[in-house]
């Protein structure tokens, strides 16, 4: 189908794990970005990229790590679980020259 | 220090009324502001955009106002119903040309029938 699509849409990981989140856009956007979602603080940018193999920080990037090979691929990896990464991670795409920020539906990740 | 803040408390109206929410920020010069609605457990979902060189944008209920001299966005819902009852964010779009989009904490609205 068309859109975007995130995946797992829930992870239980233990700390110190290796995790990565995966998002898949079809529509070839050329920005793609990574927010992650706690009560009290909305909505905070992780990591956005604006085309493949262009990434960058955003407010809040330590322990994260991105990859963009490709267009449409831009995975999410914590490198090191750890129980203040527990939240609800959000991947969103925008086209080349437009505004409009199109989102997943978002992945529950819970570290213990 | 650099904030958006909206209010963090629900906001509760009546069927049939206007929902106004508001949008402040502060050491912020964005090249425009957006609206975006939430529902529980889903993605943002766009509604409005409003330009730094633009007073007010309407799109149906929908009414956004800029005032970048107050750093203020007005949100109105005109005849608002029990399905406008949602998490409504707003968000700055910040660096070059806007390509950051920078969000507040979001302000939910519920409408009582």
């Known amino acids: 189908d068309a859109g975007i699509t995130q995946s797992p849409r829930y992870k239980i990981t233990e700390t110190g794990r290796q995790v990565t989140l995966m998002c898949h856009q079809t529509w070839s956007h050329s920005y793609m970005f990574w927010y992650r979602q706690d009560l009290g603080h909305g909505l905070r940018l992780i990591y956005y990229s604006a085309a493949a193999d262009i990434t960058d920080k955003g407010e809040v990037s330590d322990g994260y790590v991105v990859s963009r090979s490709k267009t449409e691929n831009f995975p999410l990896t914590l490198e090191s679980a750890t129980r203040s990464q527990t939240s609800v991670y959000f991947c969103?795409?925008?086209?080349?020259?437009?505004?409009?920020?199109?989102f997943g539906q978002g992945t529950r990740l819970t570290v213990v | 220090s650099q904030k958006i803040e909206q209010n963090s408390e629900a906001l509760n109206i009546q069927e049939g009324k206007t929902a106004t929410l508001t949008c402040n920020y502060t050491n912020y010069s964005p090249a425009y502001l957006q609206w975006y609605r939430q529902d529980p457990g889903r993605g943002p979902v766009f509604l409005l955009l409003i330009r730094e060189n633009e007073k007010e944008k309407r799109k149906e209920r929908l009414k956004v106002t800029f005032d970048t001299t107050l750093k203020q966005s007005l949100f109105h819902i005109t005849a608002s119903q029990p399905a406008d009852s949602a998490t409504y964010l707003c968000a700055l779009g910040l660096g070059n040309a806007g390509n950051m989009l920078t969000f507040g904490g979001g302000t939910r609205l519920m409408v009582k029938p």
């Open positions: 969103a795409s925008r086209n080349l020259g437009g505004t409009e920020a199109f």
